[in-house]
Structure formats: C-alpha cells, structure tokens
C-alpha cells in the first residue's frame, strides 16, 4: 500500500530546526560582521546539508526546512503586494503569556507580483532527486491574527472584497510556484483548527467577527486560490493549534469544521495534529472522502522525548476505524521550528523522531 504521489505515507510538515552554523552567521549578518553574499553562501551550505539528511533517512519529500525565514507566515505574507508588517501584539498570545511582537497589515490592493520564495523553491528543487516541497501558510492568515481592524477601511470598505483579492493574489502565486517546478505545495493554516476552540470563537465576537461564517469565508479564499489547479499538482493543508517555541494556543477537536476542512475545498490532503488530547479523537475521518488522505501528526514536535513505535501503531489502528488505512499517513504533529528560534528540543532528537516515522510507515504501509 506504498502511495506514488504525496503525501506520502512517511512526509513531514516543514520547518527543521536552524543548525548552529546558520544561526551564529544570521548574527553576524544582523550586526553586519558579515557580508551578505558570504551571508547567502553560508545558508545555501547549510540548505544542501538539510537536504542530504533527509534524502539519507528515507524521507520521498523533502524541504529547505524554511531556513531562510524568520516565521513561517510573516515572510510570505509580508511579500504581497499591498501588505506590510508592523509592531504590535495581535492579542495571540500562547500559552505561558509568550506573545510575538508583529503584526501584518494591508495598507493597499491585495496582489501577487513575484516573490523571493520562488528562488528559494528553485534552489531547493535544484538540488534534490527527490519531491521538492513549498510550504506557504494559507490565505486566511492574512485575516485571522488581526482581523477587521488590521485592513485599511478606504483601501476595502467592504470585506468581501478583500477575501476575493486575497484568493486571486494566491492563484497567481500558486501557479507561479507550479512555473517554477513546484508539484507539492502545502498550505499552512490555524484558522480552521482554531475554530474548534470556544476561547477563539469568543475572541472572534468579541472584535466584530462571526465564527459561525468564517470557516465559509476561509473555504472561499482557498477555493478561489486553487480554481484551475493543474492535475499534477498535489495541494495539502496542514492544521495546528500553535507552535511558538513548544508553546500553543488553542485547544479543541476537528469535529465542528470536519465537514468544511474536508469537503468544501479541492484539497488532496491534510496534515493535522493529533499528539494530545487536545486535538480530540479521530471520529472526525468518518467524513473523509474518498480520494483524499489524511496524515496523521502523532510525533510531537515540541519535546525531544521519543514515542514508543508501538503506540503510534496502535493509533494509527484506531484512526483506521473512521477511514481506511489506505487514506492514511504519519508525520509530526507540526514544524519543529515555526519560527527561527525553533521548539525546545535537540537537532538529534528531532532526526530520531523523523527516523521513527520513516520505519514505522514501512511497517505499517510496506518499504516504498
């Protein structure tokens, strides 16, 4: 039961953790101790050595472990046309009162003209015999950290038009990435599982926003971004609750946005978390349809303690009761490294948990 196309039945969400050797040259480039072309070079090296590790422990997809950004949605977004990012809380919090001090803001016409990213994928694809994979978060992260109050009122008076904008702005930049070579993107989003939490929803009333209408309102943004999306084209969406230095921020099961995650978008797959208990349980896959797969993010990305390989088979049995398992995948539960900082655990810690992942789908699925 090996899958030819991703996700595969061993894939991994995105972002690794910046080796030591990156991080000491961003500070010296910060404190300009360092020349940038010497800056690039250095990233790029540290680039093809993440690739070769995961090439060398069985990984079929791999990433540039998002090493040349900062946040996993900040670079992205802030590289739209008619978007900037300023100081400010968002009111995002995690758990533990820890807070990121950016917030994005759309000061003009959401649009989509070029990207550094498309280098950054070129780059990656040049340099791998195996699946390249684009992680961008998804278009709803443009609304939801900051909301109304965040998007010029003269530039969209009327929000319908900013979600139309923002869907068409990710067409172009989803076929951009498809131009360059790009056949398995991913699609990172918190919206959708944030939704399942009653705090979030309240936050939502609280500055103006219906819950009830905004998985409708995301759904329409990524149904507009992927309207013509060529057949070979393997599009994901992954779901998390947070993950901000091992910290988080929502709670909650998929059941109350089941329906909409898995039948109101041309999704392939869904990366989604499932390490606690605060994801809820797998009944939610009862509603998968045919022809798309769920992976199951059963590792944790926030400690370096190893999961025994036979618990996480015997979830993988028990997610098996709600969808087939031929519709099923393993991953961690999220990045190990969302932003630069990266999770609280060790690079050879992180490693060992991918290891575990990529033998346990053998056991489960077959040796691709």
């Known amino acids: 039961m090996d899958r030819k196309i991703p996700p595969f039945r061993a894939d991994m969400v995105g972002s690794l953790l910046r ?8 500070r010296k480039r ?20 993440l690739i070769r590790r995961q090439e060398e422990i069985g990984l079929r997809a791999v990433t540039d472990g998002e090493f040349r950004r900062a946040y996993w949605h900040f670079d992205f977004l802030e590289n739209l046309a008619g978007v900037t990012s300023v100081a400010g809380d968002s009111g995002m919090n995690f758990k533990g009162g820890v807070g990121v001090a950016k917030v994005l803001k759309v000061i003009g016409k959401v649009d989509f003209a070029g990207h550094p990213m498309l280098d950054h994928f070129r780059f990656l694809k040049e340099n791998t015999s195996r699946v390249a994979k684009m992680t961008i ?88 971004a992927l309207e013509g999306k060529p057949k070979d084209l393997v599009v994901t969406m992954h779901l998390c ?39 809820g349980g797998f009944e939610p896959l009862r509603l998968l349809p045919k022809g798309k797969t769920a992976v199951l993010g059963l590792v944790t990305s926030k400690t370096g303690t190893l999961e025994k390989a036979d618990d996480i088979k ?19 539960q999220c990045g190990f490294a969302s932003t630069e900082e990266g999770n609280t655990l060790a690079e050879a810690e992180q490693w060992k948990k991918l290891e575990m992942i990529v033998k346990i789908a053998e056991d489960v699925w077959g040796r691709s």
């Open 19 to 26: 080796t030591a050797t990156l991080k000491d040259a961003r």
């Open 241 to 279: 609750r947070g993950n901000f230095r091992s910290s988080f921020i929502a709670s909650g099961g998929y059941e109350p946005i089941a329906d909409i995650l898995f039948n109101a978008m041309p999704i392939d797959g869904y990366f989604m978390e499932w390490d606690t208990d605060r994801a």
């Open 137 to 224: 978060p998804g278009p709803s992260m443009l609304h939801y950290r900051g909301g109304r109050k965040m998007v010029d009122a003269t530039v969209y008076p009327d929000m319908e038009g900013f979600y139309a904008d923002v869907g068409a702005a990710y067409a172009k930049a989803i076929r951009a990435f498809y131009d360059a070579g790009c056949r398995y993107l991913q699609l990172d989003d918190i919206s959708f599982a944030y939704l399942c939490d009653p705090a979030q929803r309240e936050m939502l009333r609280e500055r103006g926003d219906d819950p009830d209408k905004q998985p409708d309102r995301y759904a329409g943004m990524v149904r507009r």
């Open 30 to 49: 910060i404190a300009q101790l360092v020349a940038e072309a010497e800056f690039r070079r250095i990233e790029d090296d540290e680039i093809r050595a």
């Open 314 to 332: 015997r979830r993988i049995d028990e997610a098996a009761r709600f969808a087939s398992i031929d519709q099923l995948c393993l991953s961690p």
